[in-house]
C-alpha cells in the first residue's frame, strides 16, 4: 500500500515536471513573437522577455491532476475522490486565466503601474480580487474542505456552511493576491512557493494528508521546473498567472487537506508583505535602485513597503541575494510551523 501509495504521487508530479518543462520552453518563443512581454528592469539595461510563464505551471499542475485522475478511473483504485481533484483543477484554470489577463495587457509605451513606469499595465486593483473571486467557484460548488478548523489557543470550532460560502471565497481572493505582492526578482516567486510547498509536502507525508502530499509534490515538480528557466538570468518572467496559480493551490492545500492553521504560519512573510504594501496603498514597487557594482538599493530610503526593501537596506545586495534570503526567511516559518505542529500548538 506504501509503494502504491507513493507511486500514484510520485508519477504525476513527474509528468507536471515534464510538462512544464515543454510548456516553458514553448511559451518562451510563442509568447515572445506574439508580443506578450514583460520588462525585467533589473539588469544593466532592461530586458523585454515572454510573460506570464505561469501558465506553464498551471498547465503541468492541471496534467499531473489528471494523469492521477486517469490512473484512479483505469489502472488503480483512486484513494481520493476524483470530482474534487477536476474542482481543484477547474479552480487553477480559471485563476490562471485572470492572472493572464492581467498579463496581457502590454503598452506599446511605459505607463505608470504600481509605483513606476512599465509596458505592462494590467488589471486595476479592484479588478483583481473581483475577478480571482472566480477562482473559489469550483470549490464552494464541491462544499470543499472541512468546515471544522482548529485555531491555536481556542481549539475546533464548527464553521458549517461558513466555510464554503464565506471562508474558501475570501482565501480565494486573498492569498493569490497576496502571493502577487510579492516578486520583482528573478527566481523570487518560484523559489519561495518551492520552499512553502515542500513545507506543505512533509506535514502531508508525516500527518497521513494524502491529497495534500499530492497537490504539493505536484505543485513542487511544476516550480522547480519553472526555476530552471526563471532563476537569474531569467529567460520568461512568471507574471500574474504564475502568482495566482500559487496561490490557488496553497488554498486548495489547506482547504482540502485541512491543514488551515498549518498554511497561515507558514504563508506569514506574504502576510507581512500584504500589510507593508497596504501602508502605502499598494502603489509600490518591490525593485530597488541598481548600483553600478550591480547592487541595490531601496528605492523609498528607509521608508520600508516590501520584505524586499528590508533586504535592501540590511546589507548591499545583488539579484540572487535577495532572493536567496526572502527563501531563507520562508525556510524558517516552514521549520517553525513544523515545530509547533510537532509539539501539539496546531
Same mark, same amino acid.
Given at each position: 500500500?506504501?509503494?502504491?501509495?507513493? *507511486?500514484?504521487?510520485?508519477?504525476?508530479?513527474?509528468?507536471?515536471?515534464?510538462?512544464?518543462?515543454? @510548456?516553458?520552453?514553448?511559451?518562451?518563443?510563442?509568447? =515572445?513573437? #506574439?508580443?506578450?512581454?514583460?520588462?525585467?528592469?533589473?539588469?544593466?539595461?532592461?530586458?523585454?522577455?515572454?510573460?506570464?510563464?505561469?501558465?506553464?505551471?498551471?498547465? +503541468?499542475?492541471?496534467?499531473?491532476?489528471?494523469?492521477? #485522475?486517469? @490512473?484512479?478511473?483505469?489502472?488503480?483504485?483512486?484513494?481520493?475522490?476524483?470530482?474534487?481533484?477536476?474542482?481543484?483543477?477547474?479552480?487553477?484554470?480559471?485563476? #490562471?486565466?485572470?492572472?493572464?489577463?492581467?498579463?496581457?495587457?502590454?503598452?506599446?509605451?511605459?505607463?505608470?503601474?504600481?509605483?513606476?513606469?512599465?509596458?505592462?499595465? @494590467?488589471?486595476? *486593483?479592484?479588478?483583481?480580487?473581483?475577478?480571482?473571486?472566480?477562482?473559489?467557484?469550483?470549490?464552494?460548488?464541491?462544499?470543499?474542505?472541512?468546515?471544522?478548523?482548529?485555531?491555536?489557543?481556542?481549539?475546533?470550532?464548527?464553521?458549517?456552511?461558513?466555510?464554503?460560502?464565506?471562508?474558501?471565497?475570501?482565501?480565494?481572493?486573498?492569498?493569490?493576491?497576496?502571493?502577487?505582492?510579492?516578486?520583482?526578482?528573478?527566481?523570487?516567486?518560484?523559489?519561495?512557493?518551492?520552499?512553502?510547498?515542500?513545507?506543505?509536502?512533509?506535514?502531508?507525508?508525516?500527518?497521513?494528508?494524502?491529497?495534500?502530499?499530492?497537490?504539493?509534490?505536484?505543485?513542487?515538480?511544476?516550480?522547480?521546473?519553472?526555476?530552471?528557466?526563471?532563476?537569474?538570468?531569467?529567460?520568461?518572467?512568471? +507574471?500574474?498567472?504564475?502568482?495566482?496559480?500559487?496561490?490557488?493551490?496553497?488554498?486548495?492545500?489547506? #482547504?482540502?487537506?485541512?491543514?488551515?492553521?498549518?498554511?497561515?504560519?507558514?504563508?506569514?512573510?506574504?502576510?507581512?508583505?500584504?500589510?507593508?504594501?497596504?501602508?502605502?496603498?499598494?502603489?509600490?514597487?518591490?525593485?530597488?535602485?541598481?548600483?553600478?557594482?550591480?547592487?541595490?538599493?531601496?528605492? =523609498?530610503?528607509?521608508?520600508? =513597503?516590501?520584505?524586499?526593501?528590508?533586504?535592501?537596506?540590511?546589507?548591499?545586495?545583488?539579484?540572487?541575494?535577495?532572493?536567496?534570503?526572502?527563501?531563507?526567511?520562508?525556510?524558517?516559518?516552514?521549520?517553525?510551523?513544523?515545530?509547533?505542529?510537532?509539539? @501539539?500548538?496546531?
Amino acid at each position: 500500500m506504501v509503494y502504491h501509495t507513493f *507511486q500514484t504521487i510520485i508519477i504525476p508530479a513527474l509528468v507536471s515536471f515534464i510538462i512544464t518543462v515543454v @510548456g516553458t520552453k514553448f511559451l518562451i518563443e510563442y509568447f =515572445y513573437s #506574439a508580443g506578450i512581454v514583460a520588462e525585467d528592469k533589473n539588469k544593466e539595461k532592461p530586458l523585454i522577455l515572454p510573460g506570464s510563464g505561469g501558465l506553464a505551471v498551471a498547465f +503541468g499542475i492541471v496534467v499531473g491532476i489528471l494523469v492521477y #485522475a486517469f @490512473g484512479g478511473s483505469f489502472i488503480y483504485t483512486p484513494v481520493l475522490s476524483i470530482s474534487n481533484l477536476l474542482a481543484v483543477a477547474l479552480s487553477i484554470i480559471l485563476i #490562471a486565466f485572470v492572472g493572464f489577463l492581467d498579463d496581457l495587457n502590454v503598452k506599446s509605451k511605459r505607463v505608470k503601474s504600481t509605483g513606476i513606469m512599465d509596458i505592462r499595465q @494590467g488589471l486595476k *486593483q479592484w479588478q483583481k480580487p473581483l475577478l480571482t473571486l472566480i477562482g473559489a467557484l469550483p470549490l464552494v460548488a464541491i462544499n470543499a474542505g472541512v468546515s471544522i478548523v482548529n485555531i491555536p489557543f481556542i481549539g475546533h470550532v464548527q464553521l458549517g456552511i461558513l466555510y464554503p460560502l464565506l471562508v474558501l471565497p475570501l482565501a480565494i481572493i486573498f492569498v493569490p493576491n497576496a502571493v502577487n505582492l510579492l516578486g520583482g526578482f528573478n527566481g523570487l516567486e518560484a523559489t519561495t512557493s518551492i520552499v512553502a510547498s515542500f513545507g506543505f509536502l512533509i506535514y502531508s507525508i508525516f500527518y497521513g494528508n494524502y491529497i495534500g502530499a499530492l497537490l504539493s509534490t505536484i505543485l513542487f515538480a511544476s516550480l522547480l521546473a519553472f526555476l530552471f528557466f526563471n532563476s537569474y538570468r531569467a529567460k520568461i518572467l512568471p +507574471g500574474d498567472s504564475l502568482t495566482y496559480v500559487i496561490g490557488a493551490t496553497f488554498v486548495a492545500i489547506m #482547504a482540502m487537506g485541512n491543514a488551515e492553521t498549518f498554511g497561515v504560519i507558514i504563508f506569514i512573510p506574504w502576510i507581512i508583505e500584504f500589510f507593508l504594501h497596504a501602508r502605502r496603498k499598494f502603489n509600490v514597487s518591490d525593485l530597488g535602485i541598481r548600483q553600478r557594482d550591480g547592487t541595490f538599493k531601496a528605492p =523609498y530610503g528607509k521608508q520600508v =513597503y516590501s520584505l524586499t526593501h528590508i533586504v535592501m537596506n540590511a546589507k548591499k545586495v545583488r539579484e540572487p541575494d535577495v532572493t536567496l534570503y526572502l527563501s531563507i526567511f520562508e525556510a524558517i516559518f516552514v521549520v517553525l510551523a513544523l515545530v509547533l505542529k510537532l509539539y @501539539g500548538f496546531l
